[in-house]
C-alpha cells in the first residue's frame, strides 16, 4: 500500500478518507453558526492532532500566522462592524460585535488549521497529489501543487545566492531609489532564472518519458481501519446537521 511510513496511528487510514475529512471539516466549520459546533469542531481538531504525534513545538509554529491574524481582525472589525458600544470614551466607536466577530473567524481559522495538520500533515507530498488524483481533481492543478511545493525551496536558494552576491559587492539596503532599483534587478533576474530552471526541467522529463502523466506503481487499498474511520466521519457528520439544522 501507498502509506506514509510514520508510526502515528492516523496514517492507519488512507489518504483519501483522510483528504475528505479535510474538506468536509473545513465546510463544516465555515457554516456552522454556533459556537457549540465549533467547539466541538476544535475538539475534534485536537483529536486529528493527537493520532498524528505532531510535535507541539510544530503545531506552534504552524499556528502562529494565525496569531497576527486574528490580531489583526480584532483591531480592525470592532470598529468596523456596528453593534453595542464595548465602553465609554475611546471604546464607545467599538462594537462587542464585531470583537465577536474576530473572535469566531480565528476560531474557525484555527480549526481549519488544526484539522489539517492532523489529517494531512505526516503525508509526504507526492502520496497527497496521488490522492487528489483519485478525488478526481484536474491533473494540471494536482501539478502545479506537486511542483510548487518541490521547487519553492529550490527558488529559495536562488534567491539567497543572489541576495549574497548582492551583499559581497556591497549592497546596503536603505530607503532611497538605489535600493528599490536592486531590489526590482533582484526580482527580474530571479524571475528569469526561474524561467531557464522551468524549461531545463521540462527537457529533462521530456528526455525521460514523460507524457504529460505520472504512473505509480503501488495504489490506495481500503483496510479495515478505513472502514471504521469512515463511519466515524459518516457518524460526525449526522451529529452535525442533526445539532446544526433540526434541534
Known amino acids: 500500500m501507498l ?4 508510526a502515528a496511528p492516523i496514517d492507519r487510514f488512507d489518504p483519501r478518507l483522510r483528504t475528505l475529512a479535510v474538506g468536509l471539516t473545513a465546510l463544516g466549520t465555515v457554516a456552522a453558526g454556533r459556537l457549540l459546533t465549533l467547539l466541538g469542531l476544535l475538539a475534534l481538531g485536537l483529536v486529528f492532532l493527537a493520532l498524528a504525534r505532531m ?63 492532523g489529517l494531512v500533515g505526516t503525508l509526504e507530498i507526492p502520496v497527497l ?5 483519485h ?20 527558488l529559495q536558494d536562488e534567491y539567497h545566492r543572489l541576495r549574497t552576491a548582492m551583499v559581497t559587492r556591497g549592497f546596503r539596503p536603505a530607503m532611497n531609489r538605489h535600493t528599490y532599483r536592486a531590489y526590482g534587478y533582484l526580482v527580474g533576474m530571479l524571475l528569469v532564472r526561474s524561467l531557464e530552471r522551468s524549461e531545463r526541467i521540462l527537457t529533462a522529463m521530456r528526455c525521460r518519458g514523460f507524457r504529460g502523466k505520472f504512473y505509480v506503481l503501488d495504489h490506495f487499498h481500503f483496510t479495515s481501519w478505513d472502514v471504521l474511520f469512515g463511519l466515524i466521519c459518516v457518524i460526525a457528520t449526522g451529529l452535525y446537521f442533526g445539532w446544526e439544522v433540526v434541534w
Not at 478525488?135 to 529550490?154: D, E, G, S, T
Open 129 to 133: 497529489g496521488h490522492a487528489f488524483v
Open 55 to 117: 510535535p507541539l513545538a510544530v503545531t506552534i509554529k504552524r499556528c502562529l500566522p494565525l496569531l497576527g491574524f486574528g490580531v489583526l481582525l480584532a483591531m480592525i472589525l470592532p470598529w468596523t462592524v456596528p453593534g453595542t458600544p464595548l465602553g465609554t470614551g475611546f471604546w464607545a466607536h467599538a462594537s462587542s460585535e464585531g470583537l465577536t466577530q474576530a473572535g469566531l473567524i480565528t476560531l474557525r481559522a484555527l480549526i481549519i488549521i488544526l484539522a489539517t495538520i
Open 3 to 6: 502509506r506514509h511510513s510514520s
Open 135 to 154: 478525488l478526481r481533481i484536474p491533473p494540471k492543478l494536482v501539478f502545479v501543487f506537486l511542483y510548487a511545493v518541490r521547487y519553492l525551496q529550490v
